[in-house]
């Protein structure tokens, strides 16, 4: 296995706070998992793991502070949502604000299905379907919304 990639090869020499935005199943979580994989400087701020979205702000401020950089990964629907974070980021001046959007085609979500132990499948798409009618995409980069 190749050693991880530092962030510093890559140019960047500060925090960034990155923001994740996608429904359910878009595959946030897996590309969260290989950035900190692969760049150890990077923490994943997941809900699912830590609990609610308070617990998650805590974890990206201690990440902040220790001079990490945070991979805020949850559905982050609207720009409300999107807000916490780039309120937190700014906490830090200088801190750059990325948001990725995943914009995973539909169909691709309809095939894939959850382990039955986390949540039943006609939940699942009730969630989903759900989301999909409240995700608003981020429009402008410079604003982060």
């Not at 296995?1 to 962030?7: A, F, G, R, Y």
């Not at 960034?16 to 400087?41: N, R, W």
Request: net charge neutral; aromatic share 8%; charged share 20%.
């Amino acid at each position: 296995m190749s050693e991880p990639t530092q962030i510093a090869d890559l140019g960047i020499d500060h925090s960034v706070v990155l923001i994740l935005v996608g429904l359910i199943a878009s595959g946030k979580s897996t590309f969260a998992e290989a950035l900190q994989l692969h760049f150890p400087q990077f923490r994943r701020c997941n809900q699912d793991e830590l609990g609610d979205r308070r617990c998650v702000e805590t974890a990206a401020r201690h990440s902040l502070q220790q001079g990490l950089s945070v991979c805020v990964d949850r559905t982050n629907a609207d720009a409300s949502q999107r807000a916490h974070w780039i309120n937190i980021a700014r906490e830090f001046p200088g801190t750059p604000i990325w948001v990725l959007f995943f914009d995973t085609p539909y169909y691709v979500h309809l095939r894939r299905t959850p382990p039955t132990t986390y949540v039943p499948h006609p939940l699942y798409l009730a969630a989903l379907a759900d989301q999909r009618r409240r995700i608003e995409p981020p429009h402008d980069p410079r604003r982060h919304n």
